[in-house]
C-alpha cells in the first residue's frame, strides 16, 4: 500500500459528506491517503463512520451525532464537541475528543479507546462491550449502563445511576459519585486494577494524575446471575 | 423527534440580526420537524397600559382592516396591524383580558396566538424552511426569539397544535417530546380556570405552566413542578419578556445542547443549528444537566 505524508483536506461546506464517508470506505484493504483533515463539519451526523483503515482522521470543529461509530482501526480525531453517539460500536482503533461529548459516547463499542478530554454527557459507555474509554472530565447520569465488559475511567466526577444494571465492566472515578445505580458497588481497588488504570491514562496521554486517587466500581453479581427472587 | 432553538442576544449587531440568525437555525431543524414550524420573537415594546397581540386566521385573505376598526371603536387609537402572512400583531389600547376578551367575542374565527408586551409569535403547517421565508423571518429584529420545528406525535398537524405556544403574559413554551398524562392534567387545569384549544400534549405543559406562575411560582418552580406532575419526555425552551430558560426531564433523553459568546447565548436540539451563528467555532459549548433550570435574563428588549 502506499505511504504518502500528504494531508487529504476536505472542505465539508463543499463536499457532500456521503462522498467524504464513501472516499473513506474506500479505503478499507486499498491504497489511497493515510491522513485526512476534515474542515468545516458544522455539527453535521455520522461524519467518518464505518472506517476499518489504518488511517489518521481529523475533524476539525464540531461533529454531530455518531461521529465515527463503527469504527475500525482508525484514529479519528475531533477537535470540537461531538454530538451524540460518538465512537458508538467502535471495534478497534481510537477517537479522540478534545471538548465535551454528549449523551451514549462509545455506547456498546466492543474494543478500541475512545478519550474525551473535555466532560461526557449522560448514557457515557452504555452497554459497552469491550471498548476502552477515558473522560478527563465528568460524566452524565446512567453511565455504563448495563456496561457488559470493557473499561470506563474518569478524572472527573459521575452523574447519578453510575453502573445500573452492569455486568463485568471495570469503573474508574476519580470524583465525586452522584449515585450508584442497581446492582453497583464500590469494589477495591488492586493491583492488577491499578495496572489497567495506569496502562489506559498512559495510553490515552493523560498526565498528571495519580492511579491511588481513583476508586473502583463494578457489578455485585445480584441481579444478572439467576436467583429467583429477582424474577416477576 | 421536533427541533428546538433559542437565540439570545447581547449586542446591537445580533439584535439588528436576530430574524436573520434565527431563520437560519430553524432551517438546520428542518429534518427534525417538517409538519409545522413557529418562532416567538421579543421586540417592539407596546407602551405603557397597552397590549400587543398576535392574531391569525386561517383564511390567508382574511380581511384585518375589521378588526382593526372594531378594536378602534372599542378601545380608540390607531391599532393599525402589521401583517405577516396569515398572522397580524395589534397593538390596543387596552389591557390584556379586555384586549383578548374583545377579539374572540368579536372574531370568533380569529385565533390570539399571544398577547403581551413584547412577545410575537408566528407559526404554521408546513415545511420550516418554507415558512421562514413565508413569514419573512429575516426583517425582524429583537432582543431574544425561539423556534420550533414539529414532528407531530401526539397530536393533529395543525395551525393551532403547532409551537410556540402562548403560557400567558410574554411567555411561551416549545417542547421536544410528549407528555403521557394530558388528558387528565388537562381536565385538572380546566377546572382552574385554564382554557385549552387543542388535544395537543405541549399546550397542556404550557397551560400548567400558566397556571403555576398565575399562581405565584417563579419559572424556577415552575420549572422543578413539572418533574412532580408532568409524565413524559420533554425539553422545553421558555420564552420570557426579558430572557428565556431551559429545562430537561430527569432521564434528558431528548437532545439539548447551549452555546454561549460575549455576543449570544443560544440553545438547540442539535448543534448543527448553533453552528451558524458568528463565533460559533470558538464558543463555550455544554449540554445541560437534567432536571436543572437554565434562566438568563435582563435582555435588550
Known amino acids: ?232 | 423527534m421536533c427541533g428546538i432553538v433559542g437565540l439570545f442576544s447581547k449586542s446591537d449587531a445580533i439584535s439588528e440580526r436576530l430574524g436573520e440568525l434565527l431563520s437560519k437555525m430553524l432551517v438546520q431543524m428542518n429534518d427534525r420537524g417538517p409538519d409545522s414550524a413557529g418562532v416567538a420573537v421579543y421586540r417592539n415594546p407596546a407602551p405603557a397600559g397597552s397590549t400587543k397581540l398576535t392574531l391569525n386566521a386561517a383564511d390567508p385573505a382574511f380581511h384585518w382592516g375589521a378588526v382593526r376598526d372594531s378594536l378602534a371603536a372599542a378601545f380608540g387609537g390607531d391599532p393599525t396591524p402589521d401583517v405577516r402572512a396569515t398572522h397580524a400583531v395589534f397593538v390596543v389600547a387596552a389591557d390584556e383580558a379586555d384586549a383578548t376578551a374583545h377579539v374572540r367575542a368579536a372574531f370568533p374565527e380569529v385565533r390570539v396566538m399571544s398577547a403581551g408586551s413584547v412577545i410575537e409569535i408566528y407559526k404554521e403547517v408546513g415545511l420550516p424552511s418554507e415558512f421562514a421565508t413565508r413569514f419573512a423571518l429575516e426583517d425582524i429584529k429583537g432582543s431574544h426569539a425561539l423556534g420550533h420545528t414539529r414532528m407531530a406525535t401526539e397530536s393533529k398537524v395543525t395551525t393551532l397544535g403547532s409551537h410556540p405556544f402562548s403560557t400567558g403574559h410574554d411567555v411561551c413554551l416549545v417542547h421536544n417530546g410528549s407528555l403521557s398524562n394530558h388528558n387528565g392534567l388537562r381536565e385538572n387545569l380546566r377546572r382552574e380556570g385554564i382554557e385549552f384549544h387543542t388535544e395537543n400534549d405541549t399546550e397542556v405543559g404550557a397551560g400548567y405552566l400558566t397556571w403555576r406562575l398565575r399562581e405565584g411560582a417563579t419559572l424556577e418552580e415552575g420549572l422543578m413542578g413539572c418533574l412532580d406532575d408532568l409524565d413524559g419526555f420533554y425539553t422545553f425552551a421558555i420564552g420570557t419578556a426579558d430572557g428565556f430558560a431551559v429545562f430537561r426531564d430527569p432521564i434528558a433523553c431528548k437532545p439539548a445542547v447551549m452555546a454561549e459568546t460575549d455576543d449570544w447565548v443560544a440553545m438547540a436540539s442539535e448543534f448543527r443549528a448553533i453552528a451558524v451563528l458568528p463565533g460559533a467555532e470558538s464558543a463555550r459549548i455544554w449540554e445541560p444537566a437534567p432536571a436543572t433550570p437554565y434562566v438568563w435574563e435582563g435582555a435588550r428588549v
Not at chain 1, 186 to 213: F, S
Request: overall charge negative.
Open chain 1, 1 to 232: 500500500m502506499s505511504t504518502t505524508t500528504e494531508i487529504e483536506v476536505v472542505d465539508l461546506s463543499l463536499t457532500p459528506l456521503r462522498e467524504l464517508n464513501q472516499r473513506l470506505h474506500d479505503l478499507a484493504g486499498a491504497d489511497g491517503p493515510r491522513s485526512w483533515r476534515i474542515t468545516n463539519p458544522s455539527g453535521a451526523h455520522n461524519i467518518a463512520c464505518g472506517l476499518d483503515a489504518d488511517i489518521d482522521v481529523v475533524v476539525e470543529g464540531h461533529a454531530g451525532y455518531y461521529c465515527a461509530g463503527m469504527n475500525k482501526q482508525a484514529r479519528v480525531r475531533i477537535t470540537g464537541t461531538a454530538g451524540q453517539g460518538v465512537a458508538e460500536n467502535m471495534m478497534s482503533g481510537r477517537v479522540t475528543v478534545d471538548g465535551n461529548a454528549s449523551q451514549a459516547a462509545g455506547a456498546t463499542a466492543h474494543g478500541g479507546l475512545l478519550h474525551v478530554r473535555g466532560d461526557a454527557s449522560s448514557r457515557c459507555g452504555i452497554s459497552l462491550k469491550g471498548a476502552a474509554i477515558v473522560v478527563e472530565g465528568s460524566i452524565g447520569h446512567m453511565s455504563a449502563f448495563m456496561a457488559q465488559t470493557g473499561t470506563i475511567v474518569v478524572c472527573g466526577d459521575a452523574g447519578d445511576a453510575l453502573g445500573d444494571s452492569m455486568y463485568e465492566a471495570h469503573i474508574y472515578v476519580r470524583g465525586a459519585v452522584a449515585g450508584l445505580g442497581a446492582d453497583c458497588i464500590e469494589k477495591e481497588l488492586r493491583d492488577v486494577h491499578r495496572a489497567e488504570l495506569g496502562g489506559l491514562l498512559a495510553e490515552a496521554g493523560v498526565a498528571g494524575v495519580d492511579v491511588a486517587d481513583f476508586k473502583r466500581y463494578g457489578s455485585a453479581r445480584n441481579l444478572y446471575t439467576f436467583k429467583i427472587d429477582n424474577t416477576y
